[in-house]
């Protein structure tokens, strides 16, 4: 999980298989402790992200700024993971040199 997502998350005990079990903090400020309502989510950043998303507390609770921002975090990481390759990028710079010449245009005067 990205750690800057921690800030939107609220920590239980509770686990799923090998896999934390977290709070929606919107949802969990919103909704309190006890409530039924109040699900649990595998603390897994596409996870959370995913909740985040549908989630109406989520959304009241923070404002565009700060969801575009948590939202990038989800971004930035499957980037990552899809930019894994190691392989140097050689760049081909191609110096084409298309050299217009500036033709002064022979302004046709008119002969006496
Ligand atoms: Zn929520």
Redesign the pocket.
């Given at each position: 999980m990205v750690q800057s997502l921690k800030n939107y998350i609220v920590k239980t005990n509770k686990k799923s298989g090998n896999n934390n079990l977290c709070y929606?903090k919107?949802?969990f400020t919103k909704l309190g402790k006890n409530s039924l309502k109040l699900k649990t989510i595998i603390d897994k950043t596409e996870r959370l992200i995913t909740?985040?998303k549908n989630?109406?507390?989520?959304h009241d609770a923070y404002d565009n700024d700060e969801k575009s921002k948590v939202f990038a975090l989800a971004m930035k990481k499957s980037n990552l993971m899809e930019v894994n390759t190691n392989d140097s990028s050689n760049q081909q710079l191609l110096l084409q040199r298309d050299s217009v010449s500036s033709r002064s245009s022979l302004s046709s005067l008119p002969s006496q």
């Amino acid at each position: 999980m990205v750690q800057s997502l921690k800030n939107y998350i609220v920590k239980t005990n509770k686990k799923s298989g090998n896999n934390n079990l977290c709070y929606c903090k919107a949802c969990f400020t919103k909704l309190g402790k006890n409530s039924l309502k109040l699900k649990t989510i595998i603390d897994k950043t596409e996870r959370l992200i995913t909740h985040f998303k549908n989630c109406r507390n989520f959304h009241d609770a923070y404002d565009n700024d700060e969801k575009s921002k948590v939202f990038a975090l989800a971004m930035k990481k499957s980037n990552l993971m899809e930019v894994n390759t190691n392989d140097s990028s050689n760049q081909q710079l191609l110096l084409q040199r298309d050299s217009v010449s500036s033709r002064s245009s022979l302004s046709s005067l008119p002969s006496q």
